[in-house]
Nanobody
Framework: QVQFVESGGGLVQPGGSLRLSCEAS????????IAWYRQLPGKQREFVAR??????PYADFVKDRFTISRDNDKNTVFLEMNSLAPEDTGVYYC????????WGQGTQVTVSS
C-alpha cells in the first residue's frame, strides 16, 4: 500500500523558511517522479514542485524561493521553502507526479505576522 506522510509545516513569519518532508512507503521515489502540491484556503489543490521528472520542476509562483530534493536512502522528498509570504499559507501534500495515489494528511503551513 502506497502511503505518503508529510511533516515539517508550522507557523512562520513573512520572509521566513520551512523545510517540509515527505516520507514515502510502498513506492520507490527513485522509480517514480514525486511532486509537492498545496491547497490554499478555498482553492483547489495545485502543483508546487516535482523531482525525478523531465518536466519543469517548479510552478511559476515559486520564483526561485523553493528547492525540492530527495534522500533516496530514506525514501524521502523534501521541500525547502524560503521567503515565505502569507499567500503561501495552505496545506502541503506530496504524491506522485500524476497525483493518482492516495493522498496523505498533508502538513499545514501558515505564514503570518
Amino acid at each position: 500500500q502506497v502511503q505518503f506522510v508529510e511533516s515539517g509545516g508550522g507557523l512562520v513569519q513573512p520572509g521566513g523558511s520551512l523545510r517540509l518532508s515527505c516520507e514515502a512507503s510502498g513506492i520507490s521515489i527513485i522509480a517514480f517522479a514525486i511532486a509537492w502540491y498545496r491547497q490554499l484556503p478555498g482553492k483547489q489543490r495545485e502543483f508546487v514542485a516535482r523531482v525525478g521528472a523531465v518536466a519543469k520542476p517548479y510552478a511559476d509562483f515559486v520564483k526561485d524561493r523553493f528547492t525540492i530534493s530527495r534522500d533516496n536512502d530514506k525514501n524521502t522528498v523534501f521541500l525547502e521553502m524560503n521567503s515565505l509570504a502569507p499567500e503561501d499559507t495552505g496545506v502541503y501534500y506530496c504524491n506522485t507526479e500524476t497525483g493518482r495515489r492516495s493522498w496523505g494528511q498533508g502538513t499545514q503551513v501558515t505564514v503570518s505576522s
